[in-house]
């Protein structure tokens, strides 16, 4: 097998993807806005049982103080989805999927809620 059609796998922690990193200028310019006062990439954790944890994308802060978790994701794989629904029924913040369009569909972002 040719090494180079083989997957990458997933990248180190605190690495962002492509995606990823495109969400995070559109955060950076949200902030510069005023529409939000502060995000991390993976700057939170949550425990969602004894061996299972959950670290969002991204941890935002509105600048209203409310908190909100976003996930960018590019598809998604069921045990991510099953965490962000846990973790939306335990923990009070908004948790957001977001999912980037296409340009021929007039680029932007589709929001999932969660």
Do not use: C
Not at 19 to 36: D, H, P
Not at 80 to 86: M, N, P, T
């Amino acid at each position: 097998m040719n090494r180079r059609t083989l997957a990458i796998g997933r990248l180190k922690p605190g690495t962002q993807n492509g995606t990823e990193a495109e969400y995070a200028r559109v955060l950076e310019s949200r902030r510069q806005a005023g529409e939000i006062a502060w995000y991390a990439f993976e700057g939170v954790t949550f425990k969602l049982a004894a061996d299972t944890r959950y670290t969002p994308d991204f941890a935002v802060m509105l600048a209203d103080g409310r908190m909100e978790m976003h996930e960018v994701k590019g598809f998604w794989r069921d045990d991510a989805k099953i965490k962000i629904k846990v973790a939306a029924a335990m923990f009070p913040f908004r948790f957001v999927a977001l999912k980037k369009r296409s340009k021929k569909s007039g680029g932007g972002w589709d929001v999932e809620e969660f």
